[in-house]
């Protein structure tokens, strides 16, 4: 039995050895290790099953029933509110001068989630005064034209704006008009807050990350706001070369920020909803079920890099045959 079992490993460790010299399977481990239990939701998005491609120029299809996205809004931090539903998040950060809305969901969601959102929480949905879009795919943008109509100005990236400016069927009810264009390291202040845009290319060519503060009970943290993650955009080597940048420049204006909060659009990647719904759980001095830590912070970001790499060394491999 003994010689046996001692076959059956040597065995085993030589199909490990074998594996580990190929570098599919080093880029898989790595994000696999970065992943952890944090970022699972990650890992299988952009490592086990990628999308390859932007989607079509159509219309959108009819809205899912309410049920399968409605959540409720909740504070999150002492200024940070959640007003998104269950798959897409928007952010309500509160400052002395206003709000600043950051994402704004599917066209059908807004209203209730947003609008209705922050009226449920006790705030005033026309004191919302900028709008940061993340990216110009409608699950982000969807509400921004109902922000701008309602008086707020917005922010994007100018390849989104162009995006949307030449979609032909993807805005039946109306497009945002294009507003402000943000620039790389540019600050957006309302008041007291300072919300730093980091240019992201990759996602969408004109895709922002954010760095900004809130408060746990009154103790400073600081957000790292990944503004996009899956691999839905042309896949060849070049867009994967921008994305790989983007990732590393976001961890590293994430690490030099000090942020210990890693936030993203979808609850796939972040799970926002989840910890919302700890977070009525959390007993008094047990820390706040966003604020990760530094190390976590930049694991997500080893995740979408190492599988954005694998992404890249498959198309290289097949180029070469
Ligand atoms: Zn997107």
Known sequence: MKGIAGAALG???????????????????????AAAFDFTGTLVRV???????????????????????????AKVFDNLYFVGTKIHSSWALTTSAGI?????????????????GLTKLGLDPASVKYVIVSHGHLDHVGGAKLMQDRGARLIMG??????????????????PKRDIVASDGQKVTLGDTTV?????????PGT????????????????????????????????????????????????????TVLMSNHSEFDNAVTKIRMMAARKAGEPHPFDIGADAVARYFTVTDECAQLARFKLLQAEAK
């Not at 030589?14 to 290790?33: C, G, I, S």
């Not at 100018?158 to 497009?175: A, H, L, T």
């Not at 009154?218 to 080597?237: E, M, R």
Request: hydrophobic share 40%.
């Open 11 to 33: 065995l085993c460790l030589a199909a490990t050895a074998a594996q580990a010299a190929d570098p599919y399977d080093e880029y898989l481990a790595r994000a696999k290790a």
């Open 100 to 116: 600043i809305l950051i994402d704004t969901l599917y066209d059908y969601a807004s209203e209730e989630a947003i609008v209705g």
């Open 196 to 204: 730093m845009i980091v240019a992201t290319p990759g996602h969408t």
């Open 208 to 259: 922002l990350s954010l760095i900004f503060a809130v408060k746990d009970q009154g103790k400073p943290l600081t957000v790292a706001y990944s503004g996009g993650t899956a691999f839905n955009f042309p896949n060849d080597v070049p867009h994967f070369d921008t994305y790989i940048a983007s990732q590393r420049k976001m961890a590293k204006a994430a690490a030099d920020a000090g942020a």
């Open 47 to 73: 490592c086990v099953a990628p999308q390859t491609a932007p989607g079509p120029d159509v219309a959108p299809p009819p809205p899912p029933a309410r049920d399968t996205w409605y959540t409720d809004p």
């Open 158 to 175: 100018g390849p989104d704006w162009d995006m949307i400016e030449q979609s032909v069927n993807r805005f039946p009810n109306g497009k």
